[in-house]
């Protein structure tokens, strides 16, 4: 299938390395343009005021059969758009191994439709029939770790307020985390993050917050401001 990526950054090249081998792609920046139609458009810019109206610009000029957003979106962004939302998951810069390592998740009318295009390349995929499953879990992921990250420099806090090391804490989640393994309870395991004392770094954590609203989001932009 002849492929477009638009948006060669951290996502957009990594995605790029991964579908080469198969098939043939090209790869344009946000505002850019190329000439001829394609099979397939891939949407990896950031979210921004007048996303869907660029990406429908895309779609008409491109005259692609599926369109498949990788950004991170508000919930009803990509039904908006009549395309397919399928999140990337990984660590930045290095998003190929990402790619090829989880599950890509794929939401939408046409999931089954590409659910080879990915395949081939080595991916397993979970299907969703709605995009909004997809666009949800991605914002909720984020947010979860962003709160992580808050209580994990709040139990630093308390550590350096009664002298005690956070070393303490690291050994004791991961003690418990291997005792409820052990006893058949994998669910109750936690993350052990390591505390950075300074503002949410990246992004995409904070920018993420933006797109569902509740007491936790609120908090972490506060403890961030």
């Not at 009549?82 to 009318?109: C, Q, Y």
Request: aromatic share 12%; proline share 4%; with cysteine.
């Amino acid at each position: 299938m002849k492929t477009l990526i638009v948006g060669m950054g951290q996502v957009g090249s990594a995605l790029s390395r991964v579908l080469s081998p198969h098939y043939e792609v090209k790869g344009i920046d946000k505002g850019e343009e190329i000439e001829g139609t394609f099979d397939i458009l891939h949407i990896c810019f950031s979210y921004f005021e007048g996303f869907e109206k660029e990406v429908k610009r895309y779609q008409e000029k491109y005259k692609p059969d599926y369109t498949v957003i990788h950004s991170t979106v508000p919930v009803g962004t990509s039904r908006k758009c009549g395309a397919i939302h399928s999140p990337i998951r990984g660590i930045h810069p290095n998003l190929e191994s990402g790619i090829r390592t989880f599950v890509k998740f794929i939401g939408g009318e046409k999931a089954s439709e590409v659910a080879d295009y990915f395949r081939r390349v080595g991916m397993k995929v979970y299907l969703f029939d709605k995009p909004e499953t997809t666009e949800l879990m991605k914002i909720l992921s984020t947010d979860f770790y962003a709160v992580l990250i808050e209580y994990t420099k709040q139990v630093k806090r308390h550590c350096d307020e009664y002298k005690v090391p956070f070393s303490a804490w690291t050994l004791w989640t991961d003690t418990y985390n291997d005792g409820y393994k052990k006893l058949g309870y994998p669910e109750y395991t936690r993350p052990n993050l390591i505390p950075i004392m300074k503002k949410i770094g990246g992004h995409c954590i904070l920018e993420n917050l933006q797109f569902v609203k509740n007491e936790f989001t609120k908090l972490v932009n506060k403890l961030n401001r």
